[in-house]
């Protein structure tokens, strides 16, 4: 076997074993358990169907394990997502460096929390982070080791919500398909809220299409000067 043969072999071998899942949720001062109010997965691998039910809050080929606890946020407050490689990794590992690409946060209004799939229509997008001055938004989790602080809008109305949090890495995007999603949903309950403003929502599936040019790239190859494109509807704002 060539050697450049090898080293592709091995690289695809540690990318494909070097995914990663949002495990716990730190929220009013507290961190939560791991998959505390979580609907996590045992296995740590990505959606790539932007169409399918899955992508709301994870399933399918990765079941997620139900949970019967909310966790408790206030409005205005920061609230982080703590990403790991696997359910029981510790803080150096969260994922691969290798796979570069946004990250993004969604909440949904729901009348409960512990038993609303995500699917479909009500989504609105709280954060993002994409490539700026060559540092994706993935660079930041993987640097804080493995911390995704999310800013929970003061200006919304109170309740429960899923929390959406999301890392897209596209390291294999320059075809259909080969962008690889990474999401789970917290349960969460928003006190103090002043419901001022009402968010234009938006549907999962149906935020992504395959051949947006935020998820159908070659990253390793674009031309310069790159702005890379955050896929999904625009960041909503008090």
């Not at 510790?90 to 691969?96: C, E, Q």
């Not at 460096?97 to 946060?105: Q, S």
């Not at 479909?120 to 994706?136: A, P, R, S, V």
């Not at 993935?138 to 602080?149: E, H, M, P």
Request: aromatic letters at 6%; a neutral charge; proline letters at 7%.
């Amino acid at each position: 076997m060539k050697l450049s043969t090898a080293l592709t072999v091995c690289s695809s071998l540690s990318l494909s074993a070097a995914h990663t899942i949002f495990v716990q949720l730190v929220a009013n001062g507290q961190t939560n358990p791991v998959s505390y109010g979580i609907r996590d997965p045992s296995y740590d691998g990505p959606i790539t169907d932007v169409t399918s039910n899955n992508l709301a809050c994870n399933g399918g080929p990765n079941p997620t394990t139900p949970s019967d606890k909310i966790i408790q946020v206030t409005a205005g407050t920061n609230v982080t997502a703590v990403w790991r490689h696997t359910l029981t990794s510790g803080a150096n590992d969260v994922m691969d460096a290798g796979h570069k690409g946004p990250v993004m946060a969604y909440l949904k209004k729901v009348t409960d929390a512990r038993t609303d799939t995500g699917i479909g229509g009500g989504w609105f997008k709280i954060q993002e982070e994409g490539l700026n001055n060559g540092k994706w938004g993935t660079d930041t989790v993987i640097n804080n080791k493995g911390d995704q602080v999310i800013h929970i809008p003061d200006c919304i109305a109170p309740g429960q919500y899923l929390l959406r949090a999301e890392m897209i890495a596209l390291h294999g995007a320059r075809s259909v398909g080969g962008a690889q999603l990474y999401m789970e949903c917290a349960q969460i309950n928003i006190t103090g809220g002043s419901a001022s403003v009402a968010p234009k929502t938006y549907g999962i599936p149906g935020i992504y299409k395959s051949n947006d040019p935020g998820l159908l790239l070659d990253i390793y190859n674009v031309k310069q000067p790159f702005n890379y494109v955050i896929p999904g509807p625009p960041k909503f704002s008090c």
